[in-house]
């Protein structure tokens, strides 16, 4: 048996710029944009966009896929931190933060996986997510700054509830809202 080939710095070149142009354009132009125009974003022929993906739902999949790899990498990194001696109450709720806006330029890319039936096949990354987000939580109940009920689920649904359609000052008061129904303490005024 033959072991298989590392792609070739090119065809590695090609496939991030066409992920990343399909984000763009799929967040400028919805989920109806045509691999036409994501071949012209990513300055490669539409030839080259379908070699590395077949179809419209296998690109928006990947995009996807992408998107929860970033998601995964930030929560590990959050819980780096705290190993390293940062505040776990902190670290989650600067992590939930991020989370909401990166998905103000993400939620067409979301959008356009339930109107294609995007799945992602390998949930590998959807699983560090978790697995990192729920440490940040156990740490934080362990200090005792977040209620022993919250739970990774609890987290999920801030992020699929949150004003990503309003603007910063909106989802940043939104924050400050929804913070102190996982923290112990309580909420200061203007908070």
Same mark, same amino acid.
């Given at each position: /048996?033959?072991?298989?080939?590392?792609? #070739?710095?090119?065809?590695? !070149?090609?496939?991030?710029?066409?992920?990343?142009?399909?984000?763009?354009?799929?967040?400028?132009?919805?989920?109806?944009?045509? /691999?036409?125009?994501?071949?012209? @974003?990513?300055?490669?022929? +539409?030839?080259?966009?379908?070699?590395?993906?077949?179809?419209?739902?296998?690109?928006?999949?990947?995009?996807?896929? =992408?998107?929860?790899?970033?998601?995964?990498?930030?929560?590990?990194?959050?819980?780096?931190?705290?190993? *390293?001696?940062? !505040?776990?109450?902190?670290?989650?709720?600067?992590?939930? $933060? !991020?989370?909401?806006? *990166?998905? +103000?330029?993400?939620?067409? +890319?979301? =959008?356009?996986?339930?109107?294609?039936?995007?799945?992602?096949?390998?949930? %590998?990354?959807?699983? !560090? %997510?978790?697995?990192?987000? @729920?440490?940040?939580?156990?740490?934080?109940? *362990?200090? $005792?700054?977040?209620?022993?009920?919250?739970?990774?689920?609890?987290?999920?649904?801030?992020?699929?509830?949150?004003?990503?359609?309003?603007?910063?000052?909106? #989802? @940043?008061?939104?924050?400050?809202?929804?913070?102190?129904?996982?923290?112990?303490?309580?909420?200061?005024?203007?908070?």
């Amino acid at each position: /048996m033959t072991p298989a080939r590392a792609p #070739r710095a090119d065809a590695v !070149r090609n496939r991030k710029k066409i992920l990343a142009a399909a984000g763009e354009q799929i967040t400028a132009h919805g989920p109806e944009v045509g /691999m036409d125009e994501i071949a012209a @974003a990513a300055g490669v022929a +539409v030839g080259t966009l379908y070699r590395h993906f077949p179809t419209k739902t296998d690109l928006v999949a990947a995009v996807v896929a =992408a998107y929860v790899a970033r998601v995964a990498d930030g929560a590990e990194s959050a819980l780096g931190r705290v190993e *390293a001696g940062a !505040r776990a109450v902190d670290e989650l709720t600067a992590f939930l $933060g !991020r989370v909401v806006e *990166a998905s +103000v330029t993400d939620r067409a +890319v979301k =959008a356009a996986a339930q109107t294609l039936g995007a799945e992602q096949g390998d949930r %590998a990354d959807e699983d !560090r %997510a978790g697995a990192a987000v @729920a440490a940040l939580i156990r740490a934080s109940q *362990a200090d $005792g700054d977040i209620h022993p009920d919250v739970t990774v689920s609890d987290i999920y649904l801030l992020f699929s509830t949150a004003p990503t359609d309003q603007p910063p000052t909106a #989802r @940043a008061r939104w924050l400050d809202l929804v913070a102190p129904g996982l923290t112990t303490g309580a909420r200061q005024a203007g908070n």
